[in-house]
């Protein structure tokens, strides 16, 4: 229990694909609190993350600015999610190098969603960030492997 949430059960799975599993974190708005929310990004003991089936070993966060793309790269080794905490238009865009089957994934994080979506790129698979919006957005990083591993960094233009 934290402020009065109860922090049990917060994560669904929204979208199961080829290409990516779609995770979904309750907002939560406390009584009283209607100009801020709380969603929980990661818990090691859900169901969900264990089906994953990775050990988060490192986080970190990449600041974009307004228009600015990331990525155009894929990884053998190296599993992912992302999250973004603060912004409003973050376009994840995926493709299957193999089949060249593609799929694009809008991230935000606004007061009063009902879910934060969290996405995890399956290996293999191709993928390229892009913020859309006007202002500054974050992009937070969950990953197994520490280091930045070149041997495991394929590019291939998504976007």
């Given amino acids: 229990m934290l402020g009065g949430i109860k922090l049990a059960d917060e994560f669904i799975i929204l979208e199961n694909t080829p290409l990516c599993m779609i995770i979904g974190s309750k907002n939560k708005v406390r009584p009283g609190k209607t100009d801020r929310s709380l969603a929980v990004c990661f818990r090691k ?3 969900i993350f264990k089906k994953i089936g990775f050990e988060i070993n490192y986080i970190y966060s990449v600041c ?3 228009e600015t793309i990331a ?3 894929y990884h053998e080794e190296k599993r992912e ?3 973004c905490p603060f912004g ?12 060249t089957k593609r799929k694009e994934v809008l991230l935000s994080n606004k007061i009063g969603s009902e879910y934060i ?3 995890y790129i399956k290996p293999g ?3 390229s960030v892009i913020n859309t919006s006007d202002q500054i957005s974050s992009l937070m990083v969950f990953s ?3 280091e930045h591993n070149p041997e495991d960094d394929f590019p291939y233009e998504v976007l």
């Fill in 45 to 47: 003991e859900d169901p």
């Fill in 64 to 66: 974009l600015p307004p």
């Fill in 71 to 73: 990525g155009n790269h």
């Fill in 81 to 83: 999610i992302f999250y």
């Fill in 88 to 99: 409003q238009l973050m376009i994840v865009s995926l493709e299957d190098p193999k089949t």
């Fill in 117 to 119: 979506k969290l996405i």
């Fill in 125 to 127: 698979i191709a993928h």
């Fill in 144 to 146: 197994n492997i520490e």
